[in-house]
């Protein structure tokens, strides 16, 4: 008894094309630009561990919940949320869960946008051949120029903002799902030839045991709290995105094949990434705990030595922007989606409202930077020692609001939705697969994200 509704925004040409849009929202700065850094901070080989273990028994679970609520519902997520909750006699207050939700997509990319445009910048400063030759040193201070200047950022930013609200305005099917096509593979390509660079940049073994060797002394309470936020934010999950995504899917495609394709690849990317990093890292004597800078100041090393470095350079800059910017259109797309929906705008009207709003709240992320970069906000506080506002704002929705959101998405679909609206929409019949999914999402997911946030508060 699936439901008939049909979502007034277009549906997906098929499962392929879900698959692809979902890849791209997934596969995406969080994958190449964050995961190592932050990997860097938290020791390691540990760290990873534990981010892979939440990927599997959390991530993948949650992701076809998400899925299969957006489907269900097939509008926003605040609209998506409330049209369910009605129809199993719950509280209306379910809808808060797409309200955070679209709270968090705002706030993420209000700091996402100004990290693209690092990305963008870096397009035409590894093609102009500035890298050429250069030591460590040579490309760190060409780091330190771009983002000691806020109107520099700000214009990136600026850049990479209206790219966005462009293709948004067009709708879900709009060029995208081509793109994402020959572009996410490209992407992996690449990486592969930088972990060629990396395998022969003497200090391979050192890397890879430093993102593999699991080394538990490095890592910190609030080190797993990290690497759980990342499996939610690598997936995109926990805010609507893939709820949002969900609801475009055609009625008979597999939710459990969808989400695991795309779990698997988010990963495989990762991975590839952190082990083109962290060799290059070791050669030059660099820091692995450096920072949200680590892949503008290691990989420009290898692109300025190896032949060919300034096109492969350019090339890698410009599919990594792609790569946001596939997912930043999921980051907006859930408020969009509800502008839509309540206020009656125009895609178009929408999408410019909706990508204003977060540019401006961005210039906190341009700041934290430069002229902010003292600003700490939360220093009493020993695990905000040392951070800024951008620091603060990554840490609030990534490592909070996401799982709280996941916790929420869990608990709904699992304890408050009745057992036989999940079979039906999930479609997998209920044998042990459908039995192992909906064991995870009762009882692992929520007492997991439980257990790690009350660690951190230092409760238990
Ligand atoms: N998953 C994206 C990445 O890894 C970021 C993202 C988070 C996108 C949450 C949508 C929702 O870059």
Known sequence: MATERVSIHGQWSNRLAFVLAATGSAVGLGNVWKFPYITGENGGGAFVLVYLLCIAVIGIPIMMAEVMLGRRGRQSPVNTMRTLAAEEKLSSHWQWLGWGGMLAGFLILSYYSVIAGWALAYVFRTGSGLFTGLTADGVQSIFSNLVDEPERLMAWHTIFMVMTMTVVSRGVRGGLETATRVLMPALFVLLLVLDGYAWNSGAFKQGVEFLLWPDFSRLSANGVLIAMGHAFFTLSLGMGAIMVYGSYLPDNASIAKASIAVSVMDTVVALLAGLAIFPLVFANGLEPASGPGLIFRTL??????????????????????????????????????????????????????????????????????????????????????????????????????????????????????????????????DGFSYRLWRFLVRYITPVAVMIVFLNVIGII
């Open 300 to 429: 420009p090393i290898a692109f300025g030595h190896m032949d060919g470095g300034a096109f492969f350079g350019m090339l890698f800059f410009v599919l990594l922007v792609f790569a946001a910017w596939t997912s930043a259109i999921s980051l907006i797309e859930p408020a969009v989606a509800w502008l839509v929906e309540n206020h009656g705008l125009s895609r178009i009207h929408a999408s410019v409202v909706a990508g204003v709003v977060t540019w401006l709240f961005g210039l906190l992320t341009v700041f934290s930077f430069n002229i902010w970069s003292d600003v700490k906000l939360l220093s009493w506080i020993p695990i905000f020692h040392d951070h800024t506002v951008f620091d603060l704002l990554d840490y609030l929705t990534a490592n909070i609001m996401l799982p709280l959101g996941g916790l929420l998405i869990a608990v709904f679909a699992a304890w408050c939705m009745p057992r036989d609206s999940s079979v039906d929409e999930l479609a997998m019949g």
